[in-house]
T-cell receptor, first 116, second 114 residues
Framework: AQTVTQSQPEMSVQEAETVTLSCTYD???????LFWYKQPPSRQMILVIR????KQQNATENRFSVNFQKAAKSFSLKISDSQLGDAAMYFC???WGFGTASKLTFGTGTRLQVTL | DGGITQSPKYLFRKEGQNVTLSCEQN?????MYWYRQDPGQGLRLIYY???????QKGDIAEGYSVSREKKESFPLTVTSAQKNPTAFYLC?????????????FGPGTRLTVT
């Protein structure tokens, strides 16, 4: 079974600094997708970034970037120039299978605190 | 505006009663999902549906039931058989197109059973 592990329950970063959130996953599949979702206090889930496993290039979205290490099954999220609005729960998620079999498996989340 | 709506935002029920949570989407997505979120446990998949009139159990389907009679709607019923129904419930949808595989989420329903 596919599993996703986020080993950092809580992280803290100062405003304008950089922080990295860790995620590892376990799979025997070679073709899959990885995602980072953000859940602010409103509890609305917001997609931050996604990575296709067949792409070697790491995905970037403005201040957010990932370090995807396929062999190591690692998928970390780097947030640069942290802002107060980045404070939220961050969930790493893995999606495999296509068509009728596709499902999303989430990690347990990392709570990010941003301080002044 | 296209999106997913869940109603109500907060729901209170007495133990032993069935309750149905609403989820509607106007994104023209084929696939819809229900997740349960508990503190410290992330999101866990309850049921999902890839097409109308078809659905599959997720990881924690016991005590829940769903229907998918219309593409836009995927209601979730929490039955009295669910031992610990108090939780935050999230509905999501996605296309079946490989080029866009992320799931879009509704605002959620907080269910409290006493």
């Amino acid at each position: 079974a596919q599993t996703v592990t986020q080993s950092q329950p809580e992280m803290s970063v100062q405003e304008a600094e950089t922080v990295t959130l860790s995620c590892t996953y376990d799979t025997s599949e070679s073709d899959y997708y990885l995602f980072w979702y953000k859940q602010p206090p409103s509890r609305q889930m917001i997609l931050v970034i996604r990575q296709e496993a067949y792409k070697q290039q790491n995905a970037t979205e403005n201040r957010f970037s990932v370090n995807f290490q396929k062999a190591a099954k690692s998928f970390s999220l780097k947030i640069s120039d942290s802002q107060l609005g980045d404070a939220a729960m961050y969930f790493c998620a893995y999606r495999w299978g296509f068509g009728t079999a596709s499902k999303l498996t989430f990690g347990t989340g990392t709570r990010l605190q941003v301080t002044l | 505006d296209g999106g997913i709506t869940q109603s109500p935002k907060y729901l209170f029920r007495k133990e032993g009663q069935n309750v149905t949570l609403s989820c509607e989407q106007n994104l023209n997505h084929d696939a819809m999902y229900w997740y349960r979120q508990d503190p410290g446990q992330g999101l866990r998949l309850i049921y999902y549906s890839q097409i109308v009139n078809d659905f599959q159990k997720g990881d924690i389907a016991e005590g829940y039931s769903v229907s998918r009679e219309k593409k836009e709607s995927f209601p979730l019923t929490v039955t009295s058989a669910q031992k610990n129904p108090t939780a935050f419930y999230l509905c999501a949808s996605s296309t079946r197109d490989r080029s866009s595989y992320e799931q879009y989420f509704g605002p959620g329903t907080r269910l409290t059973v006493t």
